[in-house]
């Protein structure tokens, strides 16, 4: 429902800010982003304004989070992954 | 499956001249409609092809015509002087004929419409008829009053021998599908312009006449290109569509391997736009033979208009008429624009 | 630290997405029935879906219902009648591009465009006022979208926006409608998928009560391959284990209290009133409405907007028929409708589902249903 773009601030006037997007630069409006902002800062996009100062850390969180996930799985898994793995070159060998 | 898109309330609507599905509908039953049976042998308007194809001799005469209304008229890499040369220069190459003998150029202004502007456009149709090898041989001009056209419309029509046809209809499985560059940077680039979105300045149409660069592939394996369009309206997702569905083949295309500048990528994520459906003015899909695949591909890279040309798919005899991109993360259907693209913001 | 465009990538790595389905599949497998539905609230999250081809990786077992997460496609009819009305008063009209060919009662905005009414697209409500301070004309922004959006709006009404320029709001407040679903009676959700974007604004927290209340778990989800499949796969484990807990999986953006600034800009502005979401039924509390403090910049006050010239014109109401309603609660197909591709289609869209790009029935119209893409040859 909210398209969300994430980019990069590039200098900042009063309330407005210039945003590269990785491939083109746009003015994004700063009325609403819950932190203050400075250049070098990575935010959310939404319409032309941040909604979102994105902490960095963060970014390394969220993957800390998504390798648990997989780590959870995968450890009850190895049988099963090893079963999937036979199968699987089973197949492959079929196909060839 | 699909339905048809009949008019709405019995009215053309804009979607019905914007090169999707709707346009094709109206064309086949509305416009053809009653035609005289064809007066030649060849490609006739029933294959609603890029232009017509008459035997004379034992050669082919290729032939085309196309009108033109972009608003703005200048937008950044080009005007609509050099979209209407290249349009047209462009549909003749995409049937295999490179080597344009004459156009013709039609003008309707708009009384009002500066003479400076007029000569802009002059100069960029003179440079873009001698970019082609090419020139006007005749023409027309009308002025109509303030407010009954937008600015300025242009018609050209063009004309060229060729001794091999090459139509949007012959792709077998198997065959290989290729694109000459980047895809979406005219759509991008005009729509930044017309809704002035603040980066329309790092964005620029690839406008340009393909005769050159369509000469190089055909020179390098004349049998093994089989099929050729150039991804207008519509963007490279209608253009594909047509071809399978004339084809009688599916289209599998890989994402990863589809050629998008990072500002045109970064513009689209932005204004929430699939670069398939944006318009292209100076790139082909081609289609081709697999043991032509790798004479085609060097030609045209060794051509400053194919410096990026990719391999993006493959035909597949599954699937007749649908186009399928695989993301690398699952695949779907790759669907065709409705109407003018526009941003959103869901 | 990395630049985040190698990190927005590294969320789009194709590998980590193939571990992710096969740890999907198997959650859904160790819950032995099928299937397991659960809804996603978010347009974005259907875009994404499709745009990544998800929908090819989901196991067979698991149902990923698209509730009604479209602002634009749940925006009723009265309120599309109302910014073609204005704009057959001569107002001029800005409106997302979302939202210029959606149908009213009588025509789309794209329709009274073409008729000679001035209506533009903008890419932002910021990108109005700009133009509105360039125009003599009345100017009305036609506003839509969820809180998300909401906010941007709010913040340019208290920026001083000039004196031609008002705001006819049709913005909508996502909570509300997540409750009239979990609370249909036949409803077969399980949990839900929450907008990674909205709840920004909001905080997650905002959802630990409504997961009290109705024992189904939430996640909050982002908008990359990745995050998805870690947010179905967090939300099926949770339905696996009998969990009913909110989850945020998208922490880089959401927090807990969300973004107070914004929520403040928001609620200053807006109020949340009662009314019907197009094809769905009506939500208490899901319509943004400008508060009495506005009301110089609210078009509905500023204006007199004169519906039944348009309603003269109307033919009769099809909308009771519809069962958008329960195709997003996951209790009926599109075919069970008895509009569906005779009444309803694409062109002249009835309910929700067919006004977006995205939406099932415009997708069952366009395909014929979900097709399975895992079979074609490379």
Redesign the interface.
Known sequence: ??????G?IVSVEGTLATVD???????V?L????EPVAPGD?I??????A??R???D??D???A??DE??KA??ED?LM?ADV?GEINATEEKKRG | MNAPQGLVNGKIALKHGAGGRAMRELIRDVILKGAAPASFDGVGPDAMDDGAALKVGDQWLVITTDSYVINPPFFPGGDIGRLAISGTVNDLAMMGATEPLALTCALIVEEGFARGDLERVRDSIHSACREARTAIATGDTKVMGNGELDGIVLNTAGVAFTRRVVTDRALKPGDRIVVTGTIGDHGLAVMAHRHELGFENQLRSDVAPLNGLVAAALGAAPEGVVAMKDPTRGGLASALHEMAEKSGVGVVLEEAKIPVRDEVRAASELLGIDPLHAANEGKAVIGVRPEALDAVLAALRAHPLGLSAEVIGTCVAERPGFVILDTGFGRRLVTEPEGELLPRIC | MAEPRADTLRFQDPATARRMADALARAVGEIGRAPVSVMHVCGSHEQAIAKYGLRAVFPRGLNVIMGPGCPVCVTDLPEVDEAVALAGQGVRIFTYGDMLRVPGTVKSLADAQAEGAKIDVVYSVGHAVQLARKSADECVFFASGFETTAVATAAVILASPPANFSVLSAHKYIPPVMEIVAEMPETRVEGFLAAGHAATITGWGIFERFVERHSLPVVVAGFEPLDILAGLLTLVELVRDGRAEVFNAYPRCVTREGNRRAQEVLWKVFKPTGGRWRGIAHVPNGNLRLRDEFASVDARRRFTIDLTKLWDYAPPSLAQSCVCGDIMAGIASPTDCPLFGRECVPDNPVGACMVSTEGTCRIWHQYGGHLNLGEENR
């Open positions: 429902m909210c398209l969300g773009v994430p990069k997007f990785w491939g083109v630069k746009r003015e409006r009325d609403i982003v819950d990575y959310m996009n939404h319409v032309g304004f909604i979102r994105i902490p960095p963060q970014i969180e969220t993957l989070l998504y996930l997989l799985m995968s898994d099963a999937r």
